[in-house]
Nanobody
Framework: QVQLVESGGGLVQAGGSLRLSCAAS????????LAWFRQAPGKEREFVAA????????SYADSVKSRFTISRDNAENTIYLQMNNLKPEDTAVYYC????????????????????WGQGTQVTVSS
């Protein structure tokens, strides 16, 4: 099993930045693709960004492209989400998920393709 723990959320004004972290333990982290999703109150969990096991490929939702950057440090068993130029509509609980396929070839955008989840971290952007 893999345990995921997100951190780095908080309250920020529109136009500000935050950096989220997701630390993993329990399995060889570096062989699996991971992703960030978010869920606002009353809405479904939506895809934000995904990164391949090697860090060589990434995929972004159109709504965050050019503002958010996903990265990973396999030596630290951690992925990151750098969020710049935040908007009120980015307000949500952010979750990281792990796709439990060894060195998967595809970066999925559907939450049900991910097998392990953290507890989430709240991001609130004020206008």
């Amino acid at each position: 099993q893999v345990q995921l723990v997100e951190s780095g959320g908080g309250l920020v004004q529109a136009g500000g930045s935050l950096r989220l972290s997701c630390a993993a333990s329990g399995r060889t982290f570096s062989n699996y693709n991971l992703a960030w999703f978010r869920q606002a109150p009353g809405k479904e969990r939506e895809f934000v960004a995904a990164i391949s096991w090697s860090g060589g490929s990434a995929s972004y939702a159109d709504s965050v492209k050019s503002r958010f950057t996903i990265s990973r440090d396999n030596a630290e068993n951690t992925i990151y989400l750098q969020m710049n130029n935040l908007k009120p509509e980015d307000t949500a609980v952010y979750y990281c998920g792990l796709h439990l396929v060894y060195r998967g070839a595809l970066l999925y955008r559907s939450w049900n393709e991910y097998d392990n989840w953290g507890q989430g971290t709240q991001v609130t952007v004020s206008s």
